[in-house]
């Protein structure tokens, strides 16, 4: 039960203090909405990152709320990927933390201040078809900034609260503008760097050991399972990877494989990382009301095996495991486990998975 009723003239924003998130706030005002600043802090001690988000709320005239979420961060996303690395897979930590801190702490700080809707400064839209009462992420109109991959594990209960302003933007030129023009102060601001809780300089090597997770040195083997040589522990490797193995051929050579269960990472030539299927778990899907999944047994669409990558036909499989295997068109390079294949039907998310 709310202690306050919803108001859909009200939306809580998280703002970062970056130029994607002011804009975003800037475009929500300029629809005539009350707007509130939501800052995410995922470190134990507050810093000044969230004070430059403070004093942007200011610039902007808009109400500011701090929120401290380094516990469940910490439990839910940096576990996670620190474990993943150790155990042989490359995880995307924002696929993680979005459905499980980002968004749900948008959510319920939002119910507290009485706010209808959320939003981010992603690069992605919310689509509602009427037809069959789904939400979808959708791709944006910018696809070079598209940001609908990080966004496919939101369910309903989000999308259909989340408003999502850069959706329409040209590019990142046009947000700056944007923000120069109301001479915000962070308008030349820097994107972001990749993994926002490792220390820029830091690598994620070095940060997963100092977590205390340990990685044990094990074989370098070939395809057919011949001794290479020796490797300094699965966390230093993924698949693609030509440089930093510690161990030369005379030839490029390339991880085509990182095995958990024997601690071994097998290398290859560039033409033993193209494959055509990939299997995936945990997979989430929009369906209506009243269906399953299985609609999309046998369905043809485009799919992306990583962010940065183009979405490419394929045929989906629903085994009775819950497992998916995707089959593509074309070959795919380096279909790395523990990163995410996402699933379209035209510019639209209609699901997606974890590869294994």
Not at 186 to 199: H, L, P, V, W
Not at 201 to 221: A, D, L, T, V
Not at 318 to 336: D, H, W
């Amino acid at each position: 039960m709310l202690n306050v009723a919803l108001n859909k003239n009200k939306v809580l924003l998280g703002l970062s203090g970056g130029v994607d998130s002011t804009a975003a706030a800037l475009l929500l005002k300029k629809d005539g909405l009350k707007v509130t600043g939501l800052f995410f802090d995922v470190n134990e001690i507050k810093g000044k990152a969230s004070e430059s988000a403070k004093y942007t709320a200011k610039q902007l005239e808009i109400n500011f709320v701090y929120k401290n979420v380094s516990q469940s961060f910490t439990d839910i996303v940096i576990h996670n990927f620190c474990k993943e690395y150790t155990e042989g897979r490359t995880p995307n930590p924002c696929v993680i933390c979005n459905p499980s801190v980002k968004f749900k702490t948008l959510i319920e700080e939002a119910d507290k201040i009485g706010a209808y809707y959320i939003a981010t400064g992603h690069y992605a839209g919310v689509y509602f078809n009427e037809n069959n009462g789904c939400y979808y992420i959708k791709q944006a109109e910018n696809i070079e900034k598209d940001q609908s991959y990080m966004l496919y594990r939101l369910e309903k209960e989000i999308l259909s609260r989340l408003l999502l302003p850069l959706d329409h933007i040209s590019d990142k030129e046009e947000t700056r503008n944007l923000v120069r023009t109301e001479e915000i102060s962070n308008s030349e601001q820097k994107d972001s760097q990749e993994i926002c809780f490792i220390s820029k300089g830091e690598n994620y090597m070095n940060y997963i050991k100092s977590r205390g997770y340990e990685s044990q040195p094990g074989n370098f083997i070939n395809k057919n399972g011949n001794y290479l040589g020796k490797h300094s522990g699965l966390v230093n490797y993924t698949i693609g990877q030509r440089k930093g193995l510690g161990i030369t051929f005379g030839k490029p050579v390339f991880v085509s494989e990182v095995n958990h269960n024997n601690n071994t990472v097998t290398l290859g030539d560039n033409k033993d990382l193209f494959r055509k299927m990939v299997t995936s778990k945990d997979n989430v899907f929009v369906f209506p009301e009243g269906k399953s999944p299985e609609i999309y047994n046998n369905a043809h669409v485009t799919a992306k095996i990583r962010y940065a990558a183009r979405p490419m036909a394929a045929t989906l499989n629903i085994l009775e495991n819950g497992f998916i295997e995707t089959n593509f068109e074309e070959m795919q390079r380096a279909i790395t486990p523990g990163q995410s294949v996402v699933f379209y039907q035209e510019n639209l998310v209609i699901g997606g998975g974890f590869i294994v």
